[in-house]
């Protein structure tokens, strides 16, 4: 089963945007287990946050040494900054409620894509002429479900509401995929599934 979090997720606000910074931070503040550590005009000092969200507006994609998500007025850079690390995409479009989602999972040390865009990503990936070999332990009816709604770029949230499940139902299915996939990352596993569902 994937680790519950009791401390709050301590995030860093990134932005030479001071409104921008301002807004984030009055909207995160509000936000029951999130806590704002920080905001800071330029990445410098990460301040030990377990996330940081980076208005990338005008930014050139560059590596960061945290867990950090990328905010994105469009699509036309998400993989120049996923290739400099960025571990979620997050568009300035987005409700609050895709943010919350980035920054839960990103904190798990899952990647979040905007569900277009995952769908985008996993269609362009080639397909090998070999097959993997299959799981030694096949999936459950309900975990292939589950699979098949990740691979469609759905949050855990989304998918426990599809299948009327909650979140943690849909989290400890996604440990046991993880596991018999054999596969680390919610990316990994929806390429598999790609592959084989």
Do not use: C
Request: no cysteine; aromatic share 4%.
């Amino acid at each position: 089963m994937p680790q519950t979090r009791l401390s709050p997720i301590r995030v860093l606000l990134i932005s030479r945007r001071a409104l921008i910074r301002t807004g984030l931070s009055a909207l995160l503040r509000g936000q029951p287990q999130i806590q704002v550590v920080g905001e800071l005009a330029a990445p410098s000092e990460m301040l030990g946050a377990d996330v940081l969200v980076w208005d990338a507006g005008g930014e050139q994609p560059r590596a960061l040494p945290a867990r950090f998500i990328a905010l994105l007025a469009d699509l036309t850079d998400a993989r120049a900054w996923l290739a400099a690390g960025a571990t979620g995409i997050v568009l300035e479009t987005s409700p609050i409620e895709g943010l919350l989602d980035a920054i839960r999972q990103v904190a798990r040390g899952e990647s979040f894509l905007p569900r277009d865009y995952a769908r985008q990503v996993f269609s362009s990936i080639p397909i090998p002429e070999s097959s993997p070999e299959p799981p030694t332990d096949p999936l459950t009816p309900r975990e292939r479900e589950v699979l098949r709604l990740l691979a469609q770029g759905l949050s855990n949230k989304d998918i426990a509401q599809k299948l009327y499940l909650s979140v943690r139902t849909v989290e400890g299915h996604l440990a046991n995929i993880y596991g018999k996939l054999q596969v680390k990352s919610r990316t990994e596993a929806a390429v598999r599934a790609s592959r084989n569902l």
